[in-house]
């Protein structure tokens, strides 16, 4: 289905195609808790884009400020969070391949040992005076965004430790429009957890799978730093209006 | 920065749209919290009539579903817009930025101090019924849920292009009913209580 929604009043009106299930996470994951008393039974409604849909907040920043872009110490030059000290970096563009400047993403994640400062996280691991793990940040004009933290741990799901989830980062991005607002989980390469992730494997396709890993570039080895480098591009939902699609 | 190779799109094959993940149990209060109140925005107060827009979520068999995360996003008392996409924006109220976050709380009850908004205005001249856009994100969702709540005591326009793609019997679950006991603070209270799968489903969309 293509959605139409152009005026001569309105240049600048992008396409957005509902998501393409083929490349998306399952609805419903077999054994993932919850999956089956909150996905809705009925059919999701077909509807045109109005420009309730096509706008969204811009400059979000205003109201969800940011700050800086690394999570490995409280302060710059304070001591270092517990874990393998890693950078990632990476590019945000639509599905035409142009770049979503200033675009806000949010990441959250848990510490070395695997425990968020999150009221609801009941892991026995401890917390770490020296890491957060959440905050915020901007791409800039190509689309490029950085930060540093430390490699989460993996913890357990539910009360008897049925489920280890693997080590991952928990991203949120707030795009062009309402439309294109995303949210994933990324993933470390080469973790055994990720063999039984019920999330990492509820991706179907092996070739989406792998949009939700992070690329590890070569480590870099300097006088002063061994680094442990990631890299992750997104491509977000939505489109310039192209002639052969009018 | 490097740039990244522009995705490959073919006919049958368009470049990969990364995958939608669930938000999961452990989602920052710290940005959620203080995010609920769209009435005031950087020291100016919204115009138009403030209300509380408040319910619960419900999964199926009517139990609460907590911690889940609310998004809001609407149009100002007018109805414009704050986005350049609205031929109107530039008349948009300085005092509303028009989203917000909300979250449920064990009980399933969450609640935003928001604006009434306005009939917005397509483009095309299209008078659009008064509302307000709502994306519900929680564990065991995979992919954000999206609908659109009206207001009961607002006029419908004729033919709302989004309430008439919904069955007749289900558009009744899509309106905020005034409710004296969410009244506070001197503002009225609109209840829109969500059921994401079961009896009385909310109606959700394509997304
Ligand atoms: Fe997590």
Same mark, same amino acid.
């Not at chain 2, 007018?78 to 031929?87: E, K, Q, S």
């Given at each position: 289905m293509l959605i139409h929604f152009e005026t001569e009043a309105s240049p600048g009106v992008r396409q957005y195609l509902p998501y393409d299930d083929r490349t998306q996470t399952l609805r419903q994951i077999k054994d993932y808790p919850r999956s089956f008393t909150r996905v809705p039974a009925q059919p999701l409604i077909d509807r045109p884009l109005t420009l309730s849909e096509l706008t969204g907040p811009t400059e979000i920043e205003r109201r969800l400020p940011t700050g800086n872009a690394d999570f490995s110490c409280l302060v710059p030059g304070g001591p270092r969070a517990l874990g393998q000290f890693m950078t990632v970096a990476g590019r945000i563009t639509d599905e035409d391949g142009a770049p979503l400047a200033g675009a806000l993403i949010e990441i959250w994640q848990a510490n070395a040992s695997g425990k968020y400062i999150h009221e609801y996280d009941s892991h026995q691991a401890p917390l770490d005076p020296n890491f957060i793990g959440q905050g915020r940040f901007l791409t800039d004009a190509e689309g490029g965004y950085q930060f540093r933290t430390i490699k989460p741990g993996g913890y357990p799901v539910g009360s008897n430790d049925w489920w280890w989830r693997p080590p991952h980062i928990h991203f949120s991005i707030f795009g062009m429009s309402w439309m294109d607002r995303f949210i994933t989980q990324i993933f470390f390469p080469g973790e055994p957890l990720n063999e039984a992730d019920l999330l990492l494997n509820g991706i179907p396709d092996p070739e989406a799978r792998q949009r939700v890993m992070f690329e590890p570039l070569p480590t870099k080895v300097t006088k002063t730093l061994n680094i442990l480098e990631f890299r992750r591009d997104f491509v977000l939902r939505g489109k310039s209006k192209t002639p052969e699609l009018l | 920065m490097s740039r990244a190779p522009v995705q490959t799109r073919t006919e049958t094959r368009p470049a990969i749209v990364s995958p939608y993940g669930t938000i999961g149990p452990f989602f920052p209060f710290a940005f959620v919290d203080d995010a609920n109140d769209l009435t005031e925005f950087e020291g100016r107060k919204a115009m138009g009539q403030h209300i509380w827009l408040a319910g619960t979520v419900v999964e199926e068999g009517n139990v609460p579903t907590g911690n889940t995360l609310l998004e809001l996003w609407q149009p100002d008392t007018?109805?414009? &817009? +704050? $986005?350049?996409? !609205? =031929? +109107? $924006?530039? !008349?948009? !109220? =300085?005092? &509303? &930025?028009g989203f917000g976050r909300a979250r449920t709380d064990r009980q399933g009850f969450y609640r935003f101090r928001t604006v009434l908004p306005g009939q917005s205005r397509e483009p095309d001249g299209t008078i659009r019924t008064a509302h307000a856009n709502l994306t519900i994100l929680a564990i065991g969702l995979t992919r954000r849920l999206v609908t659109t709540i009206f207001f009961s005591d607002q006029p419908e326009t004729a033919d709302d292009p989004v309430l008439r793609c919904v069955p007749q019997s289900a558009r009744p679950r899509l309106f905020a009913r005034k409710d004296n006991a969410l009244a506070a603070s001197g503002l009225p209270g609109y209840r829109f209580d969500v059921v994401l799968r079961g009896a009385g489903e909310t109606p959700f969309f394509v997304d």
């Open positions: - | 007018n109805g414009i &817009f +704050r $986005h350049p996409l !609205d =031929p +109107r $924006h530039a !008349d948009a !109220d =300085p005092g &509303f &930025f």
